[in-house]
């Protein structure tokens, strides 16, 4: 079965300072990634997504995500937060094999401090 | 503009009740799916259609009933026998089972 882990519900950084959040993953197959951010009260948004192409995923709104097999990780990166990237961040996975269902992790909270 | 709709945006339902979420696509997705989002446990799945007049059971679908009798339309309905429904529901479509899916802004239901 797969699924994902997001290390830290809770994430604060300062405005300007690098945001690096962290998803782990466990599939036995190639899997398909995805980052969504959340604001308060609304929809999911695609951030980005990794589907075996290159492993450098660029995003909207500045963010990036390496795929490293190795590591069966997909952590999300910006070099410079902003007060407006403050919200709630899922990673998922589909791993094409069997149900091709969207498993998501439980999510981190950024919070950006000024 | 092509996205999701869902409506309403707040639902109040007394103990007892079903009641029905509605999600629209224009995307021309041939795939939709319904999720529940609690606090600090993610989105898990409820329901997913891969086409017209087809659907699958999700993680959670006990107490929870779909129907998809058109392409855009995908209803979902809390039953009484849902012991638990307040919850913040959101509805998603996709092109395929491996595209990225895209969310509607979601149904907050409080059992009152």
């Known amino acids: 079965a797969q699924s994902v882990t997001q290390l830290g519900s809770h994430v604060s950084v300062s405005e300007g300072a690098l945001v690096l959040l962290r998803c782990n993953y466990s599939?036995?197959?190639?899997?398909?990634l995805f980052w969504y951010v959340q604001y308060p009260n609304q929809g999911l948004q695609l951030l980005l997504k990794y589907t075996s192409a290159a492993t450098l995923v660029k995003g909207i709104n500045g963010f990036e995500a390496e795929f490293k097999k190795s590591e069966t990780s997909f952590h999300l990166t910006k070099p410079s937060a902003h007060m407006s990237d403050a919200a709630e961040y899922f990673c998922?996975?589909?791993?094409?094999?069997?149900?091709?269902?969207?498993?998501f992790g439980k999510g981190t909270k950024l919070s950006v401090i000024p | 503009d092509g996205g999701i709709t869902q409506s309403p945006k707040y639902l109040f339902r007394k103990e007892g009740q079903n009641v029905t979420l509605s999600c629209e696509q224009n995307l021309n997705h041939d795939a939709m799916y319904w999720y529940r989002q609690d606090p600090g446990q993610g989105l898990r799945l409820i329901y997913y259609?891969?086409?017209?007049?087809?659907?699958q059971k999700g993680d959670i679908a006990e107490g929870y009933s779909v129907s998809r009798e058109k392409k855009e339309s995908f209803p979902l309905t809390v039953t009484s026998a849902q012991k638990n429904p307040t919850a913040f529901y959101l509805c998603a479509s996709s092109l395929d089972r491996v595209a990225e899916q895209f969310f509607g802004p979601g149904t907050r239901l409080t059992v009152l």
């Open positions: 998922a996975v589909i791993t094409g094999a069997g149900s091709y269902q969207l498993t």
């Open positions: 599939s036995s197959v190639p899997p398909y």
């Open positions: 259609s891969q086409i017209v007049n087809d659907f």
